[in-house]
């Protein structure tokens, strides 16, 4: 079955190191897109990308980086972790109908 | 940018009871989706709906499409501990960007 795998599920670090999460999807969807998740605030997101070398902002982007080489993956990295960084981090991924698949979240906390 | 407005924000009913929640938005749209996340995993899509007053039904989730566009509602009857979780509604945006509501953590007591 097709499906979107997150690695890490859980890592601590220590502010200013970077910090990398990885998303693969093997649904062959052409939009991925990342999203934190904080109490109070729901769903935010981080970065998005419609197909391979495409990537764009959005509404949280400061301090996050992706890049996307091709369709299955789209590893967000975080440059310079800050503690305003300890989030939930979901990614997911649609074809057309804006109907999304989530991953299981990555947990990430900055000391 | 579009905004939307979930309520309420957490209920805690007993098993057997009947849950309504709403989504409300700034702008018009042309689909709602409601979503569930169960603790510890990624939010679930439970229904999806495309046209204004559209009313569909999955299972015991009764999800409406409000007739101005923005708004929808989602019901779940006679609850089960099973339905704990938080459920989003969202709204797409420009190209495929979806919008969420900040959610609606609701509890079961057995």
């Known amino acids: 079955d097709a499906e979107i795998t997150q690695s890490p599920r859980h890592k601590i670090t220590e502010t200013g190191r970077q910090v990398t999460l990885a998303c693969h999807q093997t649904?062959?969807?052409?939009?991925m897109f990342w999203y934190r998740q904080d109490l109070g605030h729901g769903l935010r997101l981080i970065h998005y990308s419609y197909g391979v070398h495409d990537t764009n902002k959005g509404e949280v982007s400061d301090g996050y980086s992706v890049s996307r080489s091709n369709t299955e993956d789209l590893p967000l990295t975080l440059e310079s972790a800050a503690s305003s960084q300890t989030s939930v981090y979901f990614c997911?991924?649609?074809?057309?109908?804006?109907?999304?698949?989530f991953g299981e979240g990555s947990r990430l906390t900055v000391l | 940018g579009q905004q939307l407005n979930q309520s309420p924000q957490s209920m805690f009913i007993q098993e057997g009871e009947d849950v309504s929640m709403n989504c409300t938005s700034s702008s018009i749209f042309n689909t709602w989706l409601w979503y569930k996340q169960d603790p510890g995993e990624g939010p679930v899509l439970l229904i999806a709906l495309y046209k204004a007053g559209e009313l569909t039904s999955n299972g015991r989730l009764t999800a409406q499409f409000g007739i101005t566009r923005k708004d929808s509602f989602l019901n779940i009857s006679a609850s089960i501990p099973s339905d704990v979780g938080i459920y989003f509604c969202a709204g797409p945006g420009s190209n495929y960007k979806l919008t969420f509501g900040k959610g609606t953590l609701l509890t079961v007591n057995p």
């Open positions: 649904w062959n969807h052409n939009n």
């Open positions: 997911a991924s649609s074809e057309h109908t804006g109907e999304l698949f």
